[in-house]
């Protein structure tokens, strides 16, 4: 979700619950081609990643007896697998919410008795966890929403469907019901969500850059569209950080164009997930060579010149968190079947930063 699931957010990224509000879910998997030969890591690379569940969390639950095939429980982890066979996943139903309800303001676009959409500012977590107990979205939800968020997704994340990332500004949908959760989790997981990001990035990418088009993974489309086409997932030594891969890792494809250009240093970008992995859109933009300005994870150490930007360059240089803002978020009413769109405008720290850029600061 970059998201894609968090931090992306971005980010991006997805995710379902891991349990249904009134006793135990299922969740069916079929085994893939060209898939893993071992029952966890076949697991790991089939699943949803809306379903939020890891391979560790896989191994656990084979052993636990909660993998069954054809309804007789595999209880070895490393049992072999074959392309077309279906799994099925007993998912452990919702706790009771320990999480506290707390009075965060919240800028609600969108609610009804089954979802709602909620821009998001900058340095709120959309979680608790380790290190982020309080002051998160959720809090916020609870004591908005009160007791009607869905259970799917236990005691820490009531009513999450996907997340962007925690310096990541801009729209979420949050389900109020089970069944608007698992209508959500499977336009997620189809694909068929609409979002579109903007970002201010280092350089102007060029689809016509023959650098850019050499990189592995990316191609030039129609009207100066970068399709960036690569596989994500934890990077081996840093567990906080994303990494491009090839043969590892979950199929991730984000596109993106140019807006504006700044003096050839930076970009006003729109860019737009087919898939919607952890970090997704930072990792993509950063391999591409135009990583975003002021994102300290991927941004690396690129700064822009003073005698091209002027005072611009200093306002980009000092942006304190990643500049990447979900605009707009569409999907089909879980329930209704009402095609809904939703726009968000941009925060006022990126307004500014794009009024430095353009010399009007």
Request: one cysteine or more; aromatic letters at 4%; a negative charge.
């Amino acid at each position: 979700m970059d998201e894609s699931f968090q931090d992306d957010g971005d980010e991006t990224g997805d995710e379902t619950g891991n349990g249904a509000g009134n006793g135990a879910d299922r969740l069916s998997v079929t085994i893939g081609k060209d898939a893993p030969a071992r029952l966890d890591k076949a697991l790991a690379a089939a699943v949803p990643e809306e379903a939020a569940l890891s391979r560790s969390r896989l191994a656990r639950m084979i052993a636990e007896g909660a993998v069954s095939r054809d309804g007789v429980p595999v209880t070895d982890q490393k049992a072999r697998v074959a392309e077309g066979e279906v799994y099925t996943l007993r998912l452990a139903p919702a706790v009771t919410i320990e999480t506290l309800p707390e009075d965060i303001p919240l800028r609600v676009i969108w609610e009804d008795g089954d979802l709602i959409v909620i821009d998001k500012p900058a340095g709120m977590v959309v979680h608790p966890a380790p290190g982020t107990p309080s002051g998160t979205l959720v809090n916020a939800l609870l004591h908005h929403c009160g007791d009607t968020l869905s259970g799917i997704g236990g005691a820490r994340r009531p009513g999450i469907v996907h997340r962007i990332d925690k310096d990541t500004t801009g729209l979420l949908v949050v389900a109020k019901s089970d069944r608007a959760h698992h209508g959500l989790a499977r336009q997620f997981e189809a694909h068929t969500v609409t979002r579109r990001y903007l970002a201010v990035v280092h350089g102007v990418p060029k689809a016509s850059d023959p650098r850019l088009r050499g990189l592995r993974g990316v191609t030039a489309e129609a009207a100066g569209v970068v399709k960036i086409a690569t596989n994500l997932a934890r990077h081996k030594t840093d567990r906080q950080r994303q990494a491009v891969l090839w043969e590892e890792g979950r199929h991730a494809v984000t596109r993106f164009r140019v807006l504006e250009a700044f003096a050839d240093q930076a970009a006003l970008v729109e860019c737009w997930l087919e898939t919607g992995r952890t970090h997704q859109i930072r990792v993509h933009l950063a391999y591409a060579g135009h990583g975003l300005l002021g994102d300290q994870t991927y941004g690396g150490k690129r700064r822009l010149a003073e005698k091209l930007l002027g005072a611009g360059a200093e306002v980009g240089n000092l942006f304190p968190r990643q500049a990447l803002h979900a605009a707009t978020l569409g999907f089909e009413h879980p329930v209704t079947d009402e095609r809904l769109e939703f726009a968000a405008d941009l925060p006022g720290d990126l307004v500014e930063l794009l009024s430095a850029l353009r010399g009007q600061a």
